[in-house]
């Protein structure tokens, strides 16, 4: 046994060491169990303050922080760390999410010192690089989707849903139409619109999908109303279809006094290929998380900047770039229409330097190949596993995602969750489940542009295999999954709804013994 510098025993059992567990997956203690709260990791001079400042509000019992030395905490977040899946670790298919690979050239602009050791309430005049970035993102995203605005600050795209709803309200008021308080949504819709819609106060309407999966311009119109102020539609859809009827639709609502919202989260299906205003959107939040790279997931921030449309373009949100008499200024007082902040500062400045990096390395001819790619890899998904998986909508392509349902595992005892959990044991990150909740067992895969053909053979070749597997009847293998992973099944909604936040110290418990 050895002594650390504090005198503390060290690689004691698992304390300390944290190598329990099987092999080199870990099994992970809590820094306090690592640690212990009489010793610190670093040694500070004993202090003695002279005036009591905080009013005899300062602490008067111990901080009790666990005590680790340098390399015991890097460990400890390294271990974590391999306990997680991870885009850089592994294929991660999950629908909807679009986990694309983070380029590192993005991390080394992100890290460049005129981004990364700034102070947002420096003066502008220091920061002239920062705006003309933020300028240029700007007009990347005002250029792909032909629209007259664009708001960056939102910090996720359920956040962008929410300013973008924000100017359509407003927007009708200024129209004397603030009665209108309904809000329609299709009932393919990603969770957050209805969610988004009912939070500013509108009841929402939702519209049924055809069979094929897709929104019919006849329900829409059948469904409009003097009362209604907008439509919130995703498109290409969550099924991962492209609405056949989308220009049909915009013209519809229009015509009918309403706003057209679009859900652009999947604009990675279509970035440098089709242009969001031309098909008459009034609004759309980007997810540069998405769409543009930026990690997430656990990785990184969100970013959910919206663009707007000539008639939404005055209620963009301070602040904004614009260009001034001295160079770039950064508006941050509302003038005229423009509706208030919703979020401290200027929104995620990392991500929209990662973002604009992803564009300028693509170029756009580069971008429509990465929404191509992303498709073409999609499409080859669905062709490579169509005659062992049930495809709920056969007679569209897909975009970006396949979407299957689970009536392939139809009396086999193996529920998509089943299905998915054994996944982790083939070394892959779960598919999206149950969602969009159009169809029943929804399993939507999404590869992106990411992966190389060999990477989808072998997911294709073990999607397969574990079909035939469920099919053949050995249901054991589905049930009891995951084996192979640090931790199996948990109880996440005990979880959710008892989570235990704080470390109690074992004080009452007795001293181990030798
Ligand atoms: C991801 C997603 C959202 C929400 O975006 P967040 O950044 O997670 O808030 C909304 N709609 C669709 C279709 C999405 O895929």
């Not at 990364?116 to 970035?133: N, R």
């Not at 059948?222 to 099924?239: E, F, G, W």
């Not at 099919?471 to 005990?494: S, V, Y």
Request: glycine share 10%; with cysteine.
């Amino acid at each position: 046994m050895s002594m650390n510098t504090q005198g503390r025993p060290t690689g004691v059992g698992t304390v300390g060491t944290g190598a329990s567990g099987s092999a080199l997956i870990p099994d992970e203690p809590l820094l306090f169990e690592i640690g212990d709260t009489e010793h610190s990791g670093v040694d500070l001079p004993d202090v003695t303050l002279s005036n009591d400042r905080l009013g005899g509000f300062g602490r008067k019992t111990k901080l009790d922080l666990a005590g680790l030395t340098e390399p015991e905490a890097m460990r400890h977040y390294v271990r974590l760390s391999r306990m997680n899946h991870s885009i850089d670790s592994g294929m991660y298919p999950l629908g909807s999410c679009t986990m694309k690979h983070n380029p590192r050239l993005n991390e080394k602009m992100a890290r460049l010192p005129g981004f990364s050791d700034i102070h947002p309430l420096q003066p502008v005049s220091t920061v002239q690089g920062a705006l003309e970035m933020m300028n240029q993102l700007s007009h990347w995203l005002l250029t792909l989707t032909n629209t007259a605005a664009v708001a960056l600050s939102p910090k996720a795209g359920a956040h962008g849903e929410l300013l973008g709803m924000m100017a359509i309200k407003s927007a009708q008021e200024a129209r004397g139409q603030a009665h209108r308080n309904v809000v329609l949504v299709p009932d393919s819709a990603h969770g957050t619109n209805p969610a988004t819609a009912a939070f500013l106060g509108y009841l929402v309407k939702s519209v049924p999908a055809r069979e094929d999966g897709t929104v019919d311009v006849e329900a829409v119109k059948s469904a409009l109303s003097p009362d209604v102020a907008a439509i919130m539609l995703t498109n290409p859809n969550t099924c991962g279809l492209f609405e056949p009827q989308v220009i049909e639709i915009a013209k519809a609502v229009h015509d009918a006094g309403a706003f057209f919202y679009c859900d652009g989260a999947n604009f990675n299906a279509i970035m440098g290929v089709v242009r969001p205003g031309d098909l008459g959107i009034d609004a759309m939040h980007i997810n540069l998380h998405k769409t543009f790279s930026t990690p997430h997931g656990g990785g990184g921030p969100g970013a959910g900047p919206v663009v707007l449309s000539e008639a939404l373009a005055p209620f963009a949100p301070v602040p904004f770039v614009r260009k001034g008499a001295n160079g770039l200024e950064m508006v941050e007082h509302m003038e005229g229409d423009a509706l208030g902040r919703v979020t401290a500062f200027h929104g995620q400045m990392g991500m929209y330097v990662r973002a604009l990096t992803y564009m300028l390395s693509h170029g756009g001819d580069g971008l429509a190949q990465a929404a191509e790619d992303a498709v073409l890899n999609a499409n080859y998904i669905k062709a490579r596993l169509q005659h062992i998986f049930s495809v709920p909508f056969p007679d569209y392509p897909t975009m970006h995602e396949a979407l299957f349902d689970d009536s392939f595992l139809k009396e086999t005892g193996v529920s998509t969750l089943d299905f998915a959990k054994a996944l982790i044991d083939e070394g892959f990150h779960p598919m999206t489940m149950y969602f969009p909740l159009v169809v029943h067992g929804a399993m939507l895969i999404e590869p992106t542009e990411s992966e190389s053909k060999q990477t989808l053979d072998r997911f294709c070749d073990v999607m397969a295999e574990l079909a035939t597997d469920a099919i053949a009847g050995n249901k054991q293998r589905f049930t009891a999954a995951p084996t192979k992973a640090p931790r199996r099944r948990l109880d996440e909604t005990r979880a959710a709804r008892q989570p235990v936040l704080k470390w109690e110290k074992p004080a009452d418990l007795p001293q181990a013994a030798e």
